[in-house]
């Protein structure tokens, strides 16, 4: 029988080795992990590279990771955010390397790694800072920059639905990096809402097969970050 | 010099949206467009983390944070929306299928130059998805404050910050006019309430064409 499931996060997260690279899901708010990256903190690995769109917000989830000193490099497109102290704190004393990635190149090199495809090339970043030192070939007439796939040890990820195969439904805008940073790493570990059975998904409507997914995290109850941010501008304000 | 408002600059943008577009909505001022979409247009707005269809903000109360735009913001899905992930909204953007797309900018040039992902100095950069919209977007418009909050012009002949993209913006919208880059100068399109060519002349960092 197959049966994905763990009944902690910690016990999915065991075998995080220091050192690993890391996709994390999410967009501003919508799809993170935060208790599955919440178990990696209390996990202990260290040394970590974090793949995200962001950097993080207030001090929860990934910028809870970066504030612990988990992370020696992030690789994300967009760290600005409306409560990204703890990156910027970091960022400007020289204790976290950042890669930044434009965020289709980002979302492609994902889903190149997962689709066996080592390379690409792109129009985006031709003629600024991000070509440098990348190699530009010309097809019908127009630069294009070579960008390489992003493959990764692990992959967190956060879904609505998921049976005990590891097939994945996601809630709206929350689906985001999800489906492309399943296919992407060696391990991949879903937290979400639902555990269905074999068959309770409408094959017509999965989103992510279960192919792609190793590890399930039964995870009912996620917090929510906008009460986290609300909280903490409440208590700065006091 | 009074000039438009914010919203009025949004709804001016929005003005200019064909019936049928599929238009994409960066952060900052662009979002506001989202809730001005003129009656009786049916335009598909899309929203780079994954969204097509997205609808003006919710009544308060009524948010749901798993539906939100580029800027992080909640939203609402019109009848007809569709979700998917970050690979099939850059391949929405990137392959040429997005009509027309309104970015926020530091600084565009007369030539359509745009920065608008780094200042420089030693804050972090934050690119999104800004490089592969202006390198997809068929149309590529901007929504800007006219100059900075010190008073210098950030439409200008040549940018002093790193680029997101060369030749790319066709059409700006600030507080004081709605000006096309072309080449030499930008050419005026339409005054803002009160505004006057001299004025506009001198806020501008390089020549204004007449329209």
């Given amino acids: 029988m197959i049966d994905k499931r763990f009944s902690n996060a910690l016990g999915a997260l065991h075998d995080v080795p220091d050192g690993a690279t890391i996709l994390i899901s999410g967009f501003g708010e919508a799809g993170n992990p935060t208790e599955l990256i919440h178990a990696l903190i209390e996990q202990g690995a260290r040394d970590l590279t974090v793949v995200n769109n962001n950097a993080g917000n207030g001090e929860i989830g990934l910028a809870l990771l970066l504030k612990e000193q988990r992370v020696r490099k992030i690789v994300c497109s967009f760290p600005r955010g409306s409560h990204s102290h703890v990156f910027d704190e970091l960022y400007r004393a020289g204790r976290l390397e950042l890669e930044l990635v434009p965020q289709g190149t980002l979302a492609e090199r994902i889903r190149a790694a997962g689709a066996g495809i080592p390379a690409f090339y792109t129009p985006t970043g031709v003629g600024t800072e991000i070509a440098r030192g990348k190699e530009t070939r010309s097809f019908g007439g127009r630069d294009y920059l070579l960008e390489t796939a992003l493959s990764a040890d692990f992959a967190l990820i956060k879904a609505e639905r998921a049976d005990r195969w590891g097939n994945l439904l996601y809630n709206k805008a929350a689906r985001n990096f999800a489906p492309v940073m399943a296919m992407a790493a060696k391990v991949t570990i879903v937290q979400t809402r639902h555990v269905l059975e074999p068959g309770d998904l409408d094959p017509e409507t999965i989103v992510t097969p279960s192919i792609f997914v190793d590890r399930i995290v039964h995870v009912p109850d996620p917090v929510r970050e906008s009460d986290h941010l609300a909280a903490l501008d409440k208590a700065r304000a006091a | ?211």
Avoid at chain 2, 16 to 22: F, K, L, Q, R, S
Avoid at chain 2, 95 to 106: S, W, Y
């Fill in chain 2, 1 to 211: 010099m009074t000039g438009w408002t914010r919203e009025e600059i949004a709804a001016r943008a929005a003005l200019d949206i064909p019936d049928g577009a599929y238009v994409n909505l960066g952060i900052g001022q662009p979002e506001r467009v989202a809730d001005l979409i003129p009656a009786g247009r049916e335009i598909i707005l899309h929203s780079e983390n994954g969204i097509l269809g997205m609808g003006a903000s919710p009544a308060p109360g009524d948010t749901d944070m798993e539906l939100i735009n580029a800027g992080k913001k909640p939203v609402t899905l019109v009848p007809g929306g569709a979700f998917f992930h970050h690979a099939d909204s850059f391949a929405m953007i990137r392959g040429g299928h997005i009509d027309v797309c309104i970015l926020g900018a530091f600084e565009v040039t007369c030539a359509g130059d745009i920065a608008n992902w780094s200042s420089g100095g030693n804050a972090a950069p934050a690119v999104g998805g800004a490089m592969d919209l202006v390198a997809g977007a068929r149309e590529v418009r901007v929504i800007m404050s006219h100059r900075t909050a010190s008073g210098h012009p950030k439409l200008v002949e040549t940018l002093t910050l790193p680029a997101t993209g060369l030749g790319v913006v066709k059409r700006i919208y600030t507080e004081l006019a709605v000006l096309d880059p072309a080449g030499d100068g930008f050419r005026l399109v339409e005054l803002g309430p009160d505004v006057d060519l001299p004025a506009l002349e001198r806020a501008t960092g390089a020549p204004i064409l007449a329209s």
